[in-house]
């Protein structure tokens, strides 16, 4: 368990440079809406910055401000945050981020979840936050072995969790950390406190699982709409992350310009940005997120994270229902890529509570930090008696 710095070598910072002085730029044309993909003419804008204004070594040092570690797991290098809440008994909360996210995705959420006293709520809901990331992204790199999915992601969180002396601990996260949250609470019941999520999936949605069109009410028709447009207009990095990883991995290892138009345009897309991706992500917020995977050449084993989970079938731990037996808390950001109905979710979880939030998306973290710090508070108030 080592302490850990961030510190980017200047022969790094150096090559980027040269490369972003040297794109050759794709044609863009008759693509003001982002109707074909990433905009030509904002990711120039946000290039140039990249290239004139944006200073990576302040935000190594806002990063640096917090602790980080390395250790060790089953032969991986595990990169994590362990940062120890001000309060009377803090419980122990395992953030999970997604793809195309990072650790610091979760950056706002920090200080009041760690020190509610000094965030406007009280110190008795104080966590103490362990913050990973996830196998095969940004430090926790190089994963050179095959098959590590969600499934064994859960798995090393539980040995993480062990060896930093917690037998017991709350999880939460969106998109990958929604359905590593919801393994552990499907395997590791008897272990957490509770589960918080703000995206629901089968946890066998990668071979098949499903959901009904008949558990979606009334009310709810327009979310199963919404998910058949998002696999009918929004899927093609799906199709290839899941079949031909390493393919995109030597283009986007290379260009870093190319490594920007892939996440950016996930960004803008499935944030409720209505558009205007700088309305919920600054450029230093954009260019930072690249960075992290830039200088860490880790965005080929993200990217077989997505294969891992379709060519690794899941496999139950029991056949009980529901699926996920720990208590859990979903928030419905009603700009999320998918929306599953209440219905469902009543039988597939221990569903304790349902918050229904009109705006933010799927970076949930960074778009409506305040509401999530809410959420997690409210949810977690009650379970604490058992902590």
């Not at 995206?199 to 008949?214: C, E, H, Q, R, Y």
């Not at 919404?226 to 207009?233: A, E, L, Y």
């Not at 690794?312 to 808390?329: C, D, I, K, L, Y």
């Amino acid at each position: 368990m080592k302490p850990f710095t961030i510190a980017v070598g200047d022969d790094v910072l150096d090559d980027l440079r040269q490369r972003l002085d040297r794109v050759r730029w794709a044609e863009d044309f008759a693509n003001p809406n982002w109707e074909y993909g990433t905009n030509g003419d904002y990711l120039k804008k946000l290039v140039e910055y990249w290239r004139s204004g944006y200073d990576w070594r302040r935000h190594e040092r806002d990063m640096n401000a917090f602790p980080h570690f390395l250790t060790e797991i089953d032969g991986m290098r595990i990169h994590y945050m362990h940062i120890k809440g001000k309060g009377p008994k803090p419980m122990p909360l395992l953030l999970n981020h997604g793809w195309p996210w990072t650790f610091w995705d979760f950056q706002k959420l920090i200080g009041p979840l760690t020190d509610p006293a000094a965030h406007g709520g009280v110190a008795e809901d104080a966590f103490d936050l362990v913050i990973p990331s996830l196998p095969g992204y940004g430090y926790s790199t190089p994963l050179t072995r095959p098959g590590i999915n969600f499934s064994a992601t859960a798995d090393l969180w539980v040995k993480l969790m062990q060896r930093l002396g917690y037998p017991r601990f709350a999880t939460q996260g969106g998109d990958w950390g929604a359905i590593v949250s919801a393994q552990l609470g499907h395997k590791y019941a008897n272990r957490l406190y509770g589960v918080h999520i703000h995206l629901m999936t089968p946890l066998d949605i990668f071979t098949g699982g499903a959901v009904s069109p008949d558990d979606y009410a009334e009310s709810e028709r327009a979310w199963l709409q919404k998910n058949q447009g998002f696999f009918q207009g929004e899927a093609g990095y799906y199709a290839l992350q899941t079949t031909k990883p390493q393919t995109i991995a030597f283009a986007l290892n290379d260009s870093p310009v190319g490594l920007c138009s892939w996440l950016l345009e996930k960004r803008r897309t499935w944030s409720d940005c209505q558009g205007d991706v700088e309305a919920r992500f600054s450029k230093d917020d954009l260019l930072t997120s690249v960075m992290l995977y830039w200088v860490t050449q880790s965005f080929g084993t993200s990217a077989r994270y997505y294969y891992e989970a379709a060519h690794q079938p899941w496999r139950p731990s029991h056949n009980r229902m529901p699926v996920v037996e720990a208590p859990t808390g979903v928030a419905v950001f009603h700009h999320e890529v998918m929306l599953q109905p209440r219905r469902w979710a009543e039988r597939y979880y221990n569903l304790q509570r349902w918050t229904e939030c009109e705006r933010g998306g799927h970076f949930a973290a960074m778009e409506e930090p305040r509401v999530l710090v809410g959420e997690l508070r409210e949810f977690f108030r009650p379970l604490r008696a058992s902590s």
